[in-house]
């Protein structure tokens, strides 16, 4: 149950300085968050001073060297403080959540043998089902793929559920749909593949922003997410049970470390973006030491920054929940709107605020540039959700026009873009 936690949005947007940008004399709303956040002040700053005072090479005998490796250390520590996993060790970094899960999914198929079962949905970004689908060809794997409610835009539980066989040795499942805002029953489904002795994969890079997550609560075997999808600089992150980093094969260099993280961090890594990550954690960390009044019981296994953190990321819950709302709510009053997904209040805790609609007589792409001449900034097509699109019978049409609210934006910049589409559909 999330508490109603206090956010002050007005301090937390001091905190973005894009936020100051204007187009045509009215300061621009971001609403394409699920595409990429904006950063924080403190990852800026971050980036800038680790490029003058710490650029350099790891593990070198002199000071900007020892300066980068202790960057490095604090970004592994940091972020598994944010997911809460039981070592620093754990947290892998890449240079996207996609190019991990290939090399990643590359070493897991060392392992598989010919007729061994991968499980994958068609509710998920295609990051998390194409290298399943490649890794299947090259292995002789045969792939399940899990359908969708097309009315409501959720898995189908059932069909997964019956698919998930002690055939299986795979199942990549995304935390929350990218396109139409679903959060799954990941607890649920990791639960499946464990009785059957399955691995887990799960994609959080679309709920990363939106609320807390516990890789030691959910018991996943591997979760992935990108910073820049929760306001920091453009990096893949991935946690891995530590037994499995240790156990699998990399693919890598020689002489570079057989421990991990360092065996699965592969050639040398975007130090000043790891900085960068830091920074922008040390911001999400005060915005919860700010709200934690009342609200540390319900991370009674945490302490420190880690409860910090997580307190934060319920905070942002709470709150986005009142936008998604009042969205939603907008919405429905719009001439030939059709949206995709829950729609319904009882189920804003099931769905993070990205939101996927069409509009009779208007094309998504129309609809988006109407709206960024506007100043409004939403993204149109499939956002690489291939299958869910294809299952709506959108993917031949253009897709959706997909709104995507984070905390720093307001409820009046959620009635400006309702405003700017019944113009738009009424002209």
Request: glycine share 10%.
């Given at each position: 149950?999330?508490?109603?936690?206090?956010?002050?949005?007005?301090?937390?947007?001091?905190?973005?300085?894009?936020?100051?940008?204007?187009?045509?004399?009215?300061?621009?709303?971001?609403?394409?968050?699920?595409?990429?956040?904006?950063?924080?002040?403190?990852c800026i700053a971050a980036i800038t001073d680790y490029l003058t005072t710490a650029n350099a090479n790891t593990h070198g005998a002199f000071l900007t060297s020892a300066r980068t490796d202790?960057?490095?250390?604090?970004?592994?520590?940091?972020?598994?403080?944010?997911?809460?996993?039981?070592?620093?060790?754990?947290?892998?970094?890449?240079?996207?959540?996609?190019?991990?899960?290939?090399?990643?999914?590359?070493?897991?198929?060392?392992?598989?043998?010919?007729?061994?079962?991968?499980?994958?949905?068609?509710?998920?970004?295609?990051?998390?089902?194409?290298?399943?689908?490649?890794?299947?060809?090259?292995?002789?794997?045969?792939?399940?793929?899990a359908e969708v409610n097309t009315t409501n835009g959720t898995l189908d539980m059932d069909d997964l559920r019956a698919k998930i066989t002690p055939r299986t040795k795979v199942v990549a499942?995304?935390?929350?749909?990218?396109?139409?805002?679903?959060?799954?029953?990941?607890?649920?489904?990791?639960?499946?593949?464990?009785?059957?002795?399955?691995?887990?994969?799960?994609?959080?890079?679309?709920?990363?922003?939106?609320?807390?997550?516990?890789?030691?609560?959910?018991?996943?075997?591997?979760?992935?997410?990108?910073?820049?999808?929760?306001?920091?600089?453009?990096?893949?992150?991935?946690?891995?049970?530590?037994?499995?980093?240790?156990?699998?094969?990399?693919?890598?260099?020689?002489?570079?470390?057989?421990?991990?993280?360092?065996?699965?961090?592969?050639?040398?890594?975007?130090?000043?973006?790891?900085?960068?990550?830091?920074?922008?954690?040390?911001?999400?960390?005060?915005?919860?030491?700010?709200?934690?009044?009342?609200?540390?019981?319900?991370?009674?296994?945490?302490?420190?920054?880690?409860?910090?953190?997580?307190?934060?990321?319920?905070?942002?819950?709470?709150?986005?929940?009142?936008?998604?709302?009042?969205?939603?709510?907008?919405?429905?009053?719009?001439?030939?709107?059709?949206?995709?997904?829950?729609?319904?209040?009882?189920?804003?805790?099931?769905r993070v605020p990205t939101v996927a609609i069409t509009i009779d007589g208007h094309a998504p792409r129309a609809l988006a540039e109407a709206l960024g001449e506007r100043g409004i900034f939403?993204?149109?097509?499939?956002?690489?959700?291939?299958?869910?699109?294809?299952?709506?019978?959108?993917?031949?049409?253009?897709?959706?026009?997909?709104?995507?609210?984070?905390?720093?934006?307001?409820?009046?910049?959620?009635?400006?873009?309702?405003?700017?589409?019944?113009?738009?559909?009424?002209?």
């Amino acid at each position: 149950m999330i508490q109603a936690l206090p956010l002050d949005v007005a301090q937390v947007r001091q905190h973005f300085p894009s936020l100051a940008l204007e187009q045509n004399g009215q300061p621009v709303v971001y609403l394409d968050n699920p595409g990429g956040t904006q950063v924080t002040q403190e990852c800026i700053a971050a980036i800038t001073d680790y490029l003058t005072t710490a650029n350099a090479n790891t593990h070198g005998a002199f000071l900007t060297s020892a300066r980068t490796d202790a960057f490095l250390t604090e970004a592994h520590a940091a972020m598994a403080d944010l997911l809460h996993a039981a070592d620093p060790r754990e947290i892998v970094f890449g240079p996207n959540m996609t190019t991990l899960t290939f090399a990643m999914s590359r070493a897991i198929g060392r392992t598989l043998q010919p007729g061994d079962e991968i499980v994958v949905t068609a509710l998920d970004h295609d990051a998390n089902v194409a290298p399943w689908l490649m890794l299947a060809e090259d292995r002789g794997c045969v792939v399940q793929m899990a359908e969708v409610n097309t009315t409501n835009g959720t898995l189908d539980m059932d069909d997964l559920r019956a698919k998930i066989t002690p055939r299986t040795k795979v199942v990549a499942v995304g935390y929350a749909s990218n396109a139409v805002g679903t959060i799954n029953d990941v607890a649920a489904i990791i639960g499946w593949a464990q009785h059957v002795g399955a691995l887990t994969w799960i994609d959080a890079v679309q709920f990363a922003p939106h609320g807390p997550i516990d890789v030691q609560a959910l018991g996943c075997d591997f979760l992935a997410c990108s910073a820049y999808k929760f306001f920091g600089p453009h990096l893949g992150i991935v946690y891995g049970r530590l037994s499995l980093l240790e156990s699998l094969q990399a693919y890598k260099v020689r002489p570079s470390d057989n421990e991990p993280p360092g065996k699965w961090e592969t050639g040398t890594q975007n130090h000043e973006c790891l900085a960068g990550l830091v920074g922008t954690l040390h911001y999400l960390e005060a915005l919860g030491h700010n709200a934690q009044d009342g609200a540390t019981s319900q991370f009674p296994m945490m302490t420190g920054r880690a409860r910090s953190l997580h307190v934060a990321m319920a905070a942002i819950q709470a709150y986005e929940q009142t936008l998604a709302r009042r969205l939603l709510a907008g919405l429905v009053g719009l001439p030939g709107v059709h949206i995709y997904g829950l729609t319904d209040e009882a189920d804003l805790a099931r769905r993070v605020p990205t939101v996927a609609i069409t509009i009779d007589g208007h094309a998504p792409r129309a609809l988006a540039e109407a709206l960024g001449e506007r100043g409004i900034f939403c993204w149109d097509g499939n956002y690489y959700a291939v299958t869910l699109m294809e299952r709506l019978g959108l993917e031949q049409t253009g897709g959706a026009l997909r709104i995507g609210l984070a905390h720093y934006n307001t409820a009046s910049e959620v009635d400006r873009l309702l405003a700017a589409l019944h113009e738009i559909v009424g002209g």
